[in-house]
Every structure is written in C-alpha cells, then in structure tokens.
C-alpha cells in the first residue's frame, strides 16, 4: 500500500468543457517519477534553488478548447473554474521587485520563482502569497517556463500582483473553486505525487504521527539503559537480547525519530558467521520474497556465556546480558552442524493472549511468524500479522485504516507480543510512507 496516494482523478468542472490534463497532474501522468522512471521527484529537490515561498494554489480548470485567462474578478464562476492547493511550495529567485504603475497609481509586485513537482502550472494561474505588513496578495502567473533539463517536471513562473486581498476576492474564488487539495512536502521527498485530498493528508498525517508515537512507545519499553541496548520484553530476570530485532530497528529508525536511538548497541554475535545469518527482518525490509527459503525460519535461546571468550571480539558474553536470540541450523548451512553441536537450546517465554489469529509467535519455536507463512501454505485462517506480510512481498498495499487497527489490537498484548509485533508495524508503517510510486 502506498500511504502517500497517487494524485487523484479531478473531478469534471461545472460548466460542460472536457478536462485537459496539464492542469494538476492525474492518474494518467505518472506523477512518481520523470523522464520515464529514471529520475524521482524527491532527488530534484536538491536541485532546486531559492527561497522557499508558501503560497495558496489556484489551477485553472480548462476545456480542451479553452484559452488560459487571468484571474477577473468581474468573471463568473460558470466561466472561471480553480483547483485550490493549500500549502503549495515555490522557490523564490532572488526578491520581489516594486514599481510604481501610473494608470492605478500603486506599487505593485513582480518576481520569478521555481514551481515544485506536483502542479503543472498555466499562464494565467493565480496564488495567493504573503506581501508583507500582515497582509496577502493575490498574484497572476505571466509566463511559464519549463526546465528542460529535467524534462520538464521544473517550472520557471513570473508572476505578477493583481490585487490585496479582500473579502471579495476571497469570497469570488471560494466560489469559484470546483475541488480541494493539499501538497504534502513528505510524499515527495519520498517520491511519491504530491498533491493529495485534504482527507488524505488528515490521514498522513496521523499515520506519521502514530509511527512517532510507536518508536516511542518501543523505546520507552524495551531500550534498557543498562545494557545500552534493545531486550526482549517479558523475559523477567533472564534478560534477551535478539540481534536480528535489533539490527533491523536500527535499519529503519534513525535519530531524527527519537535521540534515544544513537544508544542502541548492536551487540556482537558474529561466531560462526551468525551476525551475517540473513533472518525474516531483511526479507520484510527489502520486500523480497525470493530467499525466504534462505532465511532461519526457527530460533533457539543460547547461553551468553558460550559465545567467543576472546575480550578483544567485543562479543555479547562480556555485556551481562543472559541470553541471546539465534538460529537453528539450517540444513543447507555448511556450518549447520557444528552450530547445532556448539549452542544449547532454550526457549522465550512467550504467553498466549487471547487472539490467535492476530499472530503465530510462539508457536514450536518458529521464529516471529507461523509455520504456514515460511512453508508458504498461507489461507483465510493465517494469522492477520502473517497477511500483511505476505501482501507486502507481493507488492501489494496496507490501507491506513488497517494500520491503526493493527496497532490498536497489538498495544494491549503481553510485552515478549508487543516487541515483535509493534517493531513489525513500524517496519510496514515505515516502507508504506517511503514507498516510491511504482509507475
């Protein structure tokens, strides 16, 4: 699921004209990448110079045969249609420029500025910007100029002052507004279109908020500042630490989510090899379905104590920590068997709740999801966490409503059930509001 939507089918103008699709970009423009998937919009951004400009975006609705026009307040609105886009970005070049016109006696105000991806402006388009003194101008877009150096996705605009605005201008382009929309600066340094629904962004919104709120949560439960790290919670006295867990938190979180973060040791494991054991974690990640026969499907419990005695490894025998998280052998493994001779098998205590069909963990040792999920024998009974899942290395969407159900059912499970389940909806919250649209 792509959290940040491609943008949508405008809809039809009042008056009985036929659409033309250089207005806003549709479902038909590939909105998600340039120059025919070569380039994401995100890494133009870097490109783009100026000052950032916010301003309200009103995009001419056109018939195929219409002209564009400058904004006229004296027009009616069964002749002069908008797209409203709130929160629009443009990049200033250099400041606005002041003359004195004689025939209305009055300063006006001219400039050119850089259009971000997501509207494909028309002569004649007007937005409305601060002016300074606490008050807003009205501009009208004079020229338009694509920067063919990104095959066109870059527009150079010069616009000019039509009025301050008013009660009447305001209430004239009100009226005049056919549909509503919001760019949203997240989705495209992620790539992704833009310009989205303001129910959509409420919705992006809460679903950024809600992923702040889990690394949080996670943290405040699980990150021991004993150890300096990440613990299997619910283990009481035995304390856990689980490497792959770990290694795969740190692989999609960073500082800028919690400065907790720059704390987490990711503990040394590496005898044998076993650091470099590719685990579920990755397949998930990197949505890759193609070595799940690769990864370690069952875990064991080892003693910290058995691992390499050597000071100078740094490994996790000398952190105080318990017990560690690894893998069974794997028969395809050339050191599947001296594994199996060299570690002792424990178990998590993991406790059942009372929604089996939320998850598989703990069941016969298989590590996070069920048996039906790593043998491929999935059906309508699979565990809810397990369908995710499998969707997402299918290519397939999470829809926001599933993702905070998710997390309302996982918050009240037993604490050994939160940290692998919330650290899941983490990952998929995380892939989802980074997916790049796939055009």
């Known amino acids: 699921m792509s959290l940040m939507p491609e943008s949508p089918v405008l809809p039809k103008p009042q008056k009985d004209v036929e659409e033309i699709l250089p207005s806003i970009q549709p479902k038909e423009y590939c909105s998600c990448l340039v120059t025919s998937g070569e380039v994401a919009l995100g890494s133009l951004l870097q490109y783009i110079r100026g000052t950032d400009y916010p301003v309200t975006y009103y995009a001419q609705v056109l018939g195929r045969d219409d002209s564009p026009q400058p ?9 002069q249609q908008y797209y409203r886009v709130k929160n629009f970005v443009m990049r200033l070049q ?31 388009d007007a937005f409305i910007g601060d002016i300074g003194n606490g008050r807003l101008g009205l501009f009208n877009i004079e020229d338009v100029t694509p920067l ?12 000019k002052l039509i009025d301050y605005l008013d009660k009447a201008i305001e209430d004239d382009l009100d009226e005049k507004t056919v549909a509503e929309y919001v760019f949203n600066p997240l989705a495209l340094e992620n790539g992704q279109a833009p310009i989205v629904t303001e129910e959509e962004y409420a919705l992006n919104i809460e679903i950024i908020e809600l992923y702040r709120q889990l690394v949080r949560r996670y943290l405040n439960d699980f990150y021991s500042y004993e150890y300096s790290t990440l613990l299997v919670g619910g283990q009481g006295a035995n304390t856990t630490y689980d490497y792959y867990a770990v290694r795969a938190f740190l692989s999609v979180v960073n500082t800028r989510d919690d400065e907790r973060v720059r704390k987490i040791e990711l503990f040394n494991v590496g005898d044998h090899a076993l650091n470099h054991e590719p685990s579920f974690w990755e397949m998930l990640i990197e949505k890759n379905d193609e070595y799940r026969d690769q990864v370690f499907q069952k875990y064991r419990l080892v003693k910290t104590f058995e691992f390499h005695a050597h000071p100078t490894m ?9 017990n560690a998280v690894m893998p069974l052998k794997r028969s395809d493994h050339v050191d599947s068997e001296i594994r199996g001779e060299l570690f002792t098998n424990l178990n998590l205590n993991i ?34 966490v397990e369908q995710y899942v499998q969707r997402m290395l299918n290519g397939g969407k999470i829809t926001f409503t599933e993702l905070l159900d998710f997390h309302e059912k996982v918050k009240t499970l037993p604490a050994v059930h939160r940290y692998y389940l919330q650290l899941m909806l983490i990952i998929m919250i995380k892939l989802e509001t980074n997916r790049a649209c796939e055009c």
């Open 71 to 79: 904004y006229d307040l004296k027009q009616t609105a069964e002749y």
């Open 94 to 124: 250099g400041s606005m420029s002041n003359s004195f016109e004689t025939a209305t006696t009055r300063l006006t105000l001219s400039g050119s500025a850089y259009m971000l991806p997501g509207i494909i402006p028309n002569r004649g």
């Open 148 to 159: 063919t150096y990104r095959d066109g996705s870059v527009y150079e605009i010069s616009f």
């Open 314 to 322: 740094r490994t996790i025998r000398y952190t105080g920590v318990k």
């Open 351 to 384: 406790p059942p709740y009372h929604d089996p069909q939320l998850s598989s963990l703990g069941d016969d040792r298989w590590y996070v999801l069920g048996q039906a999920f790593y043998e491929k024998q999935m059906s309508d009974v699979t565990p809810l």
